[in-house]
């Protein structure tokens, strides 16, 4: 008769934190930043069918990185969670504080549930504000964590690489065209800033904005085809001081 062995608490929650984590880093990595119109969604994706960026609601977008069946699952759950909120109250009673809470609680208990493994994904939640100060990103890791990032979120693959290459480039008030770029050579030199830069075609990228100038109450839209080669191929402009 085998006898069970007693594994601390501790040790289970690093071995479960260290099983997602790995399986996060396998994924090809997804930036998300402001720029002067709105919020840009950036992810090296050449799949036509799986997609890592995505609407959830009029002003509230969606980014992912990880096992695609899982984030998936989120992606669906987010949408029923806000139109249930939208038709039982007001459409502006839907925000993505609301939803960030609503994932990191989802998340966390996954984490914490002895029988189940954790998710291996870590999720964007973007809302797009009136104005530029009132935008809100918040990244959720697979525990159910929450941070409120400031200018820019990066997620997936060699992550720090590509934040510290955003982090250098980064100006506010940033146009589309130079946001693009931005993100894309970033993505690019995930090796870091010795080693050689992949080149990323409009095949590879997966583009989308939470766009503050579109008149209409949904404000993503997807990037893709001859306008992302041309946002791609514009030659940088001065960023703003």
């Known amino acids: 008769m085998s006898m069970p062995?007693?594994?601390?608490?501790?040790?289970?929650?690093?071995?479960?934190?260290d099983f997602a984590?790995?399986?996060i880093a396998r994924g090809r990595s997804?930036?998300?930043?402001h720029y002067a119109d709105g919020i840009l969604f950036v992810a090296e994706n050449r799949s036509q069918s799986l997609h890592k960026v995505?609407?959830?609601y009029d002003r509230i977008g969606f980014a992912a990185v990880g096992r695609f069946n899982e984030f998936e699952n989120l992606r669906q759950a987010g949408i029923r969670y806000a139109d249930l909120r939208g038709?039982?109250?007001d459409r502006s009673d839907v925000t993505g504080r609301g939803l960030a809470n609503a994932y990191a609680q989802l998340l966390g208990t996954i984490f914490s549930a002895g029988g189940e493994k954790p998710y291996e994904v870590e999720i964007v939640v973007a809302e797009l504000g009136g104005d530029a100060a009132a935008d809100q990103i918040y990244r959720l890791t697979y525990d159910g964590s929450v941070q409120d990032e400031e200018n820019f979120a990066v997620m997936g693959g060699s992550a720090d690489n590509i934040a510290e290459s955003v982090k250098r480039g980064f100006a506010p008030g940033l146009d589309l065209g130079a946001a693009v770029r931005l993100a894309v050579d970033a993505l690019a030199a995930d090796g870091g800033p010795n080693a050689t830069p992949r080149e990323l075609g409009v095949d590879a990228?997966?583009?989308?904005?939470?766009?503050?100038?579109?008149s209409q109450p949904r404000k993503f839209r997807r990037i893709r085809g001859e306008r992302l080669a041309a946002l791609l191929a514009t030659d940088p402009p001065t960023p703003p001081s």
């Open 21 to 23: 984590r790995k399986g």
């Open 54 to 56: 995505s609407e959830i």
């Open 5 to 17: 062995f007693y594994v601390a608490p501790e040790q289970q929650m690093k071995d479960r934190a």
């Open 30 to 33: 997804v930036v998300v930043l």
């Open 87 to 89: 038709y039982s109250y």
């Open 205 to 214: 990228l997966e583009v989308a904005i939470l766009d503050r100038t579109r």
